[in-house]
C-alpha cells in the first residue's frame, strides 16, 4: 500500500494559500488545507489537532496577520498572530518531527539598501507588521530546526486584495492612475 505525502498548508484560504492550491501537483503529493475558521495558530491545541488529522509530512504556514497598516493601531494582535501563532506552529510541527516552511516578508528590512536583499542583510523594520513578522521568523526558528524561512514581497495573484489588482481596477474605472514611483520591488 503507497503513502501518499501530505503537506498541510495553514492559511490556505488566504492570497498565497490559494494560490499553493491552483498549482500543479505532481501525482504522488497531496495538499490539505486549514484556514483561519479551522485553525486559530495562536492556540497550540487547535495546530496539534490538525496535525494529527491529516498526518502530514510538511507544514506550510501561510496564516499570518497581514493588514499592514491596521498593524500599527492594532499591535496587540498582529504579534499575536505573527509572532506567537508562528511559534507556536513551528513547536508544534517540532513536537511532531515535521519540517515546517514559513512565509515572511519583506518588510522586515528599512528599504534602504540600493540593491536586492540578500538573506544574511541585517532585518530593521519601520512598522509594527514588520516588527512582528520578524519576530515571528525569530520564534520560528529558535522553535524548529527543521524550519525554513522565505521572505516574500509584493505578492499577487487572481485571490485577495494586492497592488496589481487595484492598479488594473483603478486604469478600468479612472483611465488614468496616480501613484507613488518610488518603490521598487
Known amino acids: ?27 504522488w503529493l497531496e495538499l490539505a488545507g486549514r484556514d483561519v475558521d479551522q485553525v486559530d495558530i495562536t492556540d497550540p491545541s487547535q495546530i496539534r489537532r490538525a496535525l494529527d488529522e491529516t498526518s502530514c509530512a510538511l507544514v506550510v504556514n501561510a496564516a499570518a496577520y497581514t493588514a499592514v497598516d491596521r498593524a500599527e493601531a492594532e499591535p496587540q494582535a498582529a504579534y499575536a498572530v505573527n509572532e506567537a501563532g508562528a511559534g507556536n506552529v513551528a513547536s508544534a510541527c517540532a513536537a511532531h518531527g515535521l519540517p515546517l516552511i514559513h512565509l515572511s516578508t519583506d518588510y522586515v528590512f528599512d ?6 536583499y540578500g538573506p544574511d542583510d541585517p532585518a530593521n523594520p519601520l512598522s509594527v507588521y514588520g516588527a512582528s513578522k520578524l519576530a515571528g521568523e525569530k520564534a520560528v526558528a529558535q522553535a524548529n530546526p527543521r524550519s525554513m524561512i522565505l521572505r516574500t514581497a509584493w505578492l499577487f495573484s487572481p485571490h485577495g486584495a494586492n497592488f496589481v489588482k487595484t492598479m488594473l481596477r483603478l486604469g478600468r474605472n479612472n483611465g488614468a492612475v496616480s501613484v507613488v514611483d518610488d518603490q521598487v520591488g
Do not use: K
Open 1 to 27: 500500500m503507497s503513502h501518499t505525502p501530505v503537506i498541510l498548508v495553514l492559511g490556505d484560504q488566504g492570497q498565497l494559500g490559494r494560490s499553493l492550491w491552483a498549482a500543479p501537483l505532481p501525482p
Open 111 to 116: 528599504g534602504a539598501l540600493d540593491r536586492p
